[in-house]
């Protein structure tokens, strides 16, 4: 079945820089991949998706590139805003029916 | 408030025992998951349904674990004999009929096996 890696598992950066999660999968055969954001004692929320027939999408601050060769997908936030701080996950959703696969996550800290 | 829903939001109980959480999805989704998340991981995959149909279920899943959508609505959850080892934030979600793989989570069921 589908694995999903990411890194890093915590990331600091100071208000206004730019921030870079970074995920694997190991099924080629996925075609979907949200990341979703989840603040603390709250529920997980979609910020961006791509499918597998797109290579890069962007929504504000917000963009998400997908190399199918490599089985890469990452996430970039720009001009970080403290709010940004948050538990950041990545998925893959699998051929087989709807099931999605999750990474580990990863938290990020804005400082301002 | 039109999203997923989940009852109860938490629960304490004592090993041994049994429980049963309650998830009903936004109205017009046909798919709902169940997945469990601990602290500091990814929601986990438990198990999936369109309308009433249960597609798959985790390998993961043991035998005390079981759920339902007897309507193709509401969906419930059931843990048997529970462990402290079961002790998790339990999710829920739900997806449109077709065309969007979109899930939409409920804000959890926390339980605690003591």
């Known amino acids: 079945g589908e694995n999903v890696e990411q890194h890093p598992s915590t990331l600091s950066v100071q208000e206004g820089d730019s921030a870079v999660i970074k995920c694997t999968y190991s099924d080629s055969a996925s075609n979907y991949f949200p990341w979703y954001k989840q603040e603390l004692g709250k529920r997980p929320q979609l910020i961006i998706d791509i499918r597998s027939n797109v290579g890069e999408k962007k929504d504000q601050r917000i963009a998400v590139t997908l190399n199918k060769t490599a089985k890469h997908f990452s996430l970039h936030i720009t001009e970080t805003q403290p709010e940004d701080s948050a538990v950041y996950f990545c998925?893959?959703?699998?051929?087989?029916?709807?099931?999605?696969?999750f990474g580990p996550g990863t938290s990020l800290s804005v400082i301002p | 408030d039109t999203g997923v829903s989940q009852d109860p939001r938490h629960k304490i109980t004592k090993r041994g025992q049994n429980v049963t959480f309650r998830c009903d999805p936004i109205?017009?989704?046909?798919?709902l998951y169940w997945y469990r998340q601990t602290l500091g991981q990814g929601p986990e995959f438990l198990t999936y349904f369109q309308n009433e149909a249960q597609l798959e279920k985790s390998r993961l899943l043991s035998d005390r674990f079981s759920a339902e959508r007897p309507k193709g609505s509401f969906s419930t959850l059931e843990i048997q004999r529970t462990e402290q080892g079961d002790s998790a934030m339990y999710l829920c979600a739900s997806s449109a009929r077709t065309g969007s793989y979109e899930q939409y989570f409920g804000p959890g069921t926390r339980l605690t096996v003591t």
């Open positions: 109205s017009e989704h046909n798919r």
């Open positions: 998925a893959a959703k699998e051929t087989s029916y709807d099931k999605v696969i």
